[in-house]
DNA sequence: TTGCAATAAAGACATTTGTCTGGTATCTTT
DNA sequence: AAAGATACCAGACAAATGTCTTTATTGCAA
């Protein structure tokens, strides 16, 4: 057998190595922390974890594969999480498009649950700010207000543009002076989503 | 059986999931994905997985539990992290600045260090569309380049402008005609960051 | 001394988890 | 129609991993 270590010497070398893992996003198993710190026995290894859980500086979750953690983060939660981005997107329903994804962004959402972003082409709404290569995080939903930015559908083709709703039909306004009002016969538009913010990358790409 | 999802519109979950899961910390198990993801079959899990990683999309550590990770270098700590987004800052350096968050944004970056949000006030930037009520992402910095838009301090007053340099002096420029630029003498203006990103919040505000 | 707590070890057991084999249904291609 | 590809399911096996039991050594205190 080896000899004891003083203190809690050991123990704070398996604190740190757990930490350390923790912090590259994979927790270690009992065994790896064994070998580690060159324990030859598991059950030495589990019972300075066991003890730390037991002193409120690790937690775990009993009986997992590396179900220790710490346990300030899991007040944190999940924060955000990322949805994808869309780029071309044209010709057919979203369904389809979900194969042309540039990568992601992350939202501070629970859900990511219908919303997705969106590479805007062309200059027709920039007297509203969005520019081309802006990327428009929507979230899906079949109607809007007279006045929202929208992404709709019209004769198989995806646009953003500001939504007016007048008596019998609704309207498609650019925010260029250049680009000229889309007025679709009812039942070649749908609305796809609104737009709930917009980005802008001055610098790098996506990532 | 269940009806078969046309496209890889499942694997897209699949990856989706797996991604939201690495960020918070702990790898999912492919039992894990399956209860996630509603499949009634393991394999159906593995299959998705293992296909995400042949096509180089994710990658697994062979045998061991919870074995799949990002490739490339972002495997390693988060992806995301929440920066803060600060209000009011004039009158004296950012640090006293801190005080007056006004919330925080997710950014994909490794480190938030350097890196804040800041509230734009004002009209003079609105030809590269940025707006009031914008946020301007940060990067603190000392110097930068011309024709960067930056966040400088001129008398004690923050300000972001695009950034001029010519022979001898520096010029803090609007992008709106109906404002004038700044033309400071030296040591009264100093560069305290480089705007790498701009978000607009359609909807709701910050959360 | 005796007793007790802490550290460590060896082996075994039970659960979790990755992996495999085979099968069904739908769609596309030949 | 036949063949192949894709998506999914069912069940089982094996490796990885968490947990338990028992034992040994050392230091400290009553």
Same mark, same amino acid.
């Given at each position: 057998?080896?000899?004891?270590?003083?203190?809690?010497? #050991?123990?704070?070398?398996?604190?740190? *190595?757990?930490?350390?893992?923790?912090?590259?996003?994979?927790?270690?198993?009992?065994?790896?922390?064994?070998?580690?710190?060159? *324990?030859?026995?598991?059950?030495?290894?589990?019972?300075?974890?066991?003890?730390?859980?037991?002193?409120?500086?690790?937690?775990?979750?009993?009986?997992?594969?590396?179900?220790?953690?710490?346990?300030?983060?899991?007040?944190?939660?999940?924060?955000?999480?990322?949805?994808?981005?869309?780029?071309?997107?044209?010709?057919?329903?979203?369904?389809?498009?979900?194969?042309?994804?540039?990568?992601?962004?992350?939202?501070?959402?629970? #859900?990511?649950?219908?919303? *997705?972003?969106?590479?805007?082409?062309?200059?027709?709404? #920039?007297?509203?700010?969005?520019?081309?290569?802006?990327?428009?995080?929507?979230?899906?939903?079949?109607?809007?207000?007279?006045?929202?930015?929208?992404?709709?559908?019209?004769?198989?083709?995806?646009?953003?543009?500001?939504?007016?709703?007048?008596?019998?039909?609704?309207?498609?306004?650019?925010?260029?002076?250049?680009?000229?009002?889309?007025?679709? *016969?009812?039942?070649?538009?749908?609305?796809?989503?609104?737009?709930?913010?917009?980005?802008?990358?001055?610098?790098?790409?996506?990532?």
């Amino acid at each position: 057998m080896s000899p004891r270590t003083p203190l809690g010497e #050991t123990r704070e070398r398996v604190y740190c *190595f757990v930490r350390e893992r923790l912090e590259q996003g994979l927790p270690p198993t009992v065994r790896e922390v064994q070998a580690a710190l060159g *324990f030859r026995a598991v059950q030495t290894a589990r019972e300075h974890l066991e003890r730390l859980v037991g002193e409120g500086r690790l937690a775990k979750q009993s009986g997992k594969a590396r179900g220790y953690y710490l346990p300030l983060e899991e007040m944190a939660g999940p924060l955000s999480i990322l949805i994808p981005v869309l780029g071309q997107v044209q010709a057919g329903a979203l369904s389809t498009a979900i194969e042309h994804i540039e990568g992601h962004i992350p939202m501070r959402t629970r #859900t990511a649950e219908g919303i *997705f972003g969106l590479r805007i082409r062309g200059e027709s709404m #920039t007297g509203v700010g969005i520019f081309p290569g802006d990327i428009a995080v929507v979230r899906s939903q079949p109607s809007a207000e007279s006045g929202d930015i929208v992404v709709a559908l019209v004769d198989d083709e995806a646009t953003i543009k500001t939504l007016k709703i007048r008596q019998e039909r609704i309207e498609l306004h650019p925010e260029n002076p250049h680009f000229k009002p889309i007025v679709p *016969f009812p039942g070649h538009c749908s609305i796809i989503g609104k737009v709930i913010e917009v980005r802008r990358f001055l610098e790098g790409g996506l990532h």
